[in-house]
């Protein structure tokens, strides 16, 4: 039985599977919207926020926390200098799993996992060029 059993093993072993929940965190904070598995994003999600409220804390150690699980340098100043400030009032929920479909190639299902704020701006639609009508030149004609 699975009593008080959280958490999804992913199919991997421990170190696999840090790896790459830290890879899909750096992400998440960097892209603020990334797509993978259902299961991925369920188990990156409570790892996200996590780090998002260490943002919000600000302090020496939680820099030294965050910048300890993050991949990239680039993804902690990002946390504590973008994404933690906007989210100072809300108390927590700062990400969203929207399910998308299958993966053509193993049919697994796929998710978006986003920060709450960052929606999809519609890429505005590029309209044909009319490609202009060529008008035949008359032919020169030949008197000989």
Request: aromatic fraction near 4%.
């Given at each position: 039985?699975?009593?008080?059993?959280?958490?999804?093993?992913?199919?991997?072993?421990?170190?696999?599977?840090?790896?790459?929940?830290?890879?899909?965190?750096?992400?998440?904070?960097?892209?603020?919207r990334?797509?993978t598995?259902?299961?991925?994003?369920?188990?990156?999600?409570?790892?996200?926020?996590?780090?998002?409220?260490?943002g919000?804390?600000?302090?020496?150690h939680?820099?030294?926390?965050?910048?300890?699980?993050?991949?990239?340098?680039?993804?902690?100043?990002k946390?504590?200098?973008?994404?933690?400030?906007?989210?100072?009032?809300r108390?927590?929920?700062?990400?969203?799993?929207?399910?998308?479909?299958?993966?053509?190639?193993d049919?697994?299902?796929?998710?978006?996992?986003?920060?709450?704020?960052?929606?999809?701006?519609?890429?505005?639609?590029?309209?044909?060029?009319?490609?202009?009508?060529?008008?035949?030149?008359?032919?020169?004609?030949?008197?000989?």
């Amino acid at each position: 039985m699975r009593h008080l059993v959280s958490g999804s093993k992913l199919g991997k072993q421990p170190a696999h599977r840090r790896a790459v929940l830290r890879n899909l965190v750096t992400n998440v904070i960097e892209r603020e919207r990334i797509t993978t598995t259902i299961a991925r994003a369920r188990a990156a999600r409570p790892l996200v926020e996590q780090m998002i409220t260490l943002g919000k804390r600000d302090t020496l150690h939680a820099r030294r926390q965050a910048a300890a699980f993050l991949q990239t340098t680039d993804a902690t100043k990002k946390l504590f200098a973008v994404i933690a400030p906007r989210f100072s009032d809300r108390p927590g929920g700062y990400t969203r799993i929207i399910r998308v479909g299958w993966r053509i190639g193993d049919g697994a299902e796929l998710a978006i996992l986003e920060l709450i704020g960052s929606e999809l701006k519609k890429k505005e639609k590029k309209t044909k060029k009319e490609k202009p009508q060529e008008v035949p030149e008359p032919e020169a004609k030949a008197s000989a």
